[in-house]
């Protein structure tokens, strides 16, 4: 199974579009959302072809495949216009071999605060910014930045995890890094 991990799409019809291209020709199997889905914030100014209701719409056409975390700025209203479900908090999600993805939005959990059961995947948005490290017990922790407003001088970014290897990939299909997925060790 394929999975593709995005994040912080804030409302850019543009960028979705190119998101949900990048699923096709990656030929993913599943579609992970880690939050902010159309609200841009009061932090972050309009995102480039800034239309929510129409990215909602187009969301909604992939909602068999979709598996969504509620961010920061999602409201109520933002899950009445989805036809699919945002998960709270965070959640735990089989990836084969016995090994789980921990996802989370990343305003409450982040790589200096792990939820409990945190598997060997750890993966939050909320900080637009793309990275993959090794954790301590030599699982991992990453960000798949942002598609719409990356941060910190990183690209549009998002991630694949596929044949035990994580992979973080510009938003035109560049990989920028990679990292096996390992036994985690248990203390």
């Known amino acids: ?13 543009e960028n979705g579009k190119l998101l949900l291209e990048r699923f096709e020709k990656e030929k993913a199997d ?4 880690l939050g902010d889905l159309y609200y841009h914030g009061p932090r972050n100014p309009l995102t480039e072809g800034y239309d929510p ?16 975390i509620k961010g920061n700025c999602d409201s109520e209203v933002d899950e009445m216009v989805s036809e699919f479900k945002f998960h709270q ?13 921990t996802i989370t939005h990343g305003h409450l959990y982040d790589n200096h605060a792990y939820p409990p059961d945190c598997g060997e995947v750890f993966l939050f948005g909320h900080i637009h910014t793309g990275f993959l490290e090794r954790r301590e017990d030599g699982g991992i922790v990453g960000n798949p930045g942002s598609v719409s407003l990356p941060k910190n001088g ?24 990679r990292l096996e997925i ?6």
């Open 89 to 101: 908090g965070y959640a735990n999600l089989d990836i084969g071999e016995g090994k789980t993805l």
């Open 182 to 187: 390992l036994s985690v060790r248990k203390e």
């Open 154 to 177: 990183t690209p549009k970014s998002y991630l694949t995890i596929e044949s035990s290897f994580v992979t973080l990939k510009t938003l035109d299909g560049m990989q920028i890094d």
């Open 30 to 33: 599943k579609l992970v959302l």
């Open 53 to 68: 209701m129409a990215l909602a719409n187009l969301l909604n056409h992939y909602k068999d495949k979709l598996f969504v």
């Open 1 to 13: 199974m394929k999975i593709l991990v995005a994040s912080d799409l804030h409302g850019s019809l």
